[in-house]
Nanobody, 120 residues
Framework: VQLVESGGALVQSGGSLRLTCAASGSIGSLYSMGWYRQAPGKERELVATITKDGTTNYAESAKGRFTISRDNTKNTGHLQMNSLKPEDTGVYYC???????????????WGQGTQVTVSS
């Protein structure tokens, strides 16, 4: 199983970005997908999550500006980020909780991360 993020870039304050996470490999059932970010010198923190049935959860800092979505037919997830601020800068990681076809439990997988830099 592999998660690949894309869409990170350098953007000016107030701008927008759309991140994509593509899950591939021996996926049996894909449950929740989520986005986390890690700023320099800080711990990784939750940005947003979405369950298989579309229930979403956002960090307070993301509410009203970010929208998480997913396409269950393609095993992809997206994070639309609007009104970006310099404090949104960091490496954004995709997380997926899923059951591989060769297993019975739920496993957590991470992507390699994509850099988002918001200039003031």
């Amino acid at each position: 199983v592999q998660l690949v993020e894309s869409g990170g870039a350098l953007v000016q304050s107030g701008g927008s970005l759309r991140l994509t996470c593509a899950a591939s490999g021996s996926i049996g059932s894909l449950y929740s997908m989520g986005w986390y970010r890690q700023a320099p010198g800080k711990e990784r923190e939750l940005v947003a999550t979405i369950t298989k049935d579309g229930t979403t959860n956002y960090a307070e800092s993301a509410k009203g500006r970010f929208t998480i979505s997913r396409d269950n037919t393609k095993n992809t997830g997206h994070l639309q980020m609007n009104s970006l601020k310099p404090e949104d800068t960091g490496v954004y990681y995709c997380n997926a909780r899923l059951t591989p076809i060769w297993a019975t439990g739920i496993y957590s997988y991470w992507g390699q991360g994509t850099q988002v830099t918001v200039s003031s």
